[in-house]
């Protein structure tokens, strides 16, 4: 399987507090994307790095990428209520066909107010 | 962001029956549509991909003949569920993209449950 393991699988903080998830691959990739879900609901596009990219910011969001360990991390910074959802990576493969996107197992981030 | 409709957003079919599931890109020509499964508190798994006027290329392990996509034009893709039974209950979701190596734009998804 392609899929990738996101750790840690639940992470619960306070307001204000910074929340980084882990993100690790198997195959090279040609970049990789991250996703947030709102319980139930469809996936809305947060961030994208390009595998000769390393690191990405976008607002209160950064994004690393190490390609040689296959892994990336996305960091919140000074967390909301609002941020309360789970969070995907989602890579697509150098030898895809498509632009397939294989997703990770997802952080599911509780912010508490 | 660009927009996908996905439709219904809910169904709820009896076990034998078929249900659709349409996917549209509102406002660009997507190239390419993927279809997604997802289980409670699980991730997605891609089940199929489809490109506008070609065949679907089915992910290993999924049905070809209970899953049948059609991507008949550059806005809709379309996943029916043929002779659906109660492990078909699922939440459903597409995504399309309009170009190679760009983000991918989700519709809201569709929980089908099978009574």
């Known amino acids: 399987s392609q899929q990738g393991e996101e750790d840690p699988q639940a992470l619960s903080i306070q307001e204000g507090e910074n929340a980084t998830m882990n993100c690790s691959y198997k195959?090279?990739?040609?970049?990789l994307q991250w996703y947030r879900q709102n319980s139930g609901r469809g996936l809305v596009h947060l961030i994208l790095i390009r595998s000769n990219e390393r690191e990405k910011h976008s607002g209160r969001l950064r994004v690393t990428l190490d390609t040689s360990k296959k892994s990336s991390s996305l960091l919140i910074t000074a967390s909301r209520a609002a941020d309360t959802a789970s969070y995907f990576c989602a890579t697509v493969p150098v030898a895809g066909h498509f632009n397939k996107f294989y997703f990770g197992s997802g952080t599911k981030l509780n912010v508490k107010p | 962001g660009a927009v996908v409709s996905q439709h219904p957003s809910w169904v709820i079919c009896k076990s034998g029956t078929s249900v659709k599931i349409e996917c549209r890109s509102l406002?660009?020509?997507?190239?390419?549509m993927f279809w997604y499964r997802q289980f409670p508190k699980q991730s997605l798994m891609l089940m199929a991909t489809s490109n506008e006027g070609s065949k679907a290329t089915y992910e290993q392990g999924v049905e070809k003949d209970k899953f049948l996509i059609n991507h008949a034009s550059l806005t809709l893709s379309t996943l029916t569920v043929t002779s659906a039974h109660p492990e078909d209950s699922s939440f459903y979701i597409c995504s399309a993209i309009w170009t190679m190596n760009t983000e991918a734009f989700f519709g809201q998804g569709t929980r089908l449950t099978v009574v």
């Open positions: 406002d660009f020509q997507a190239t390419t």
């Open positions: 195959t090279s990739i040609n970049n």
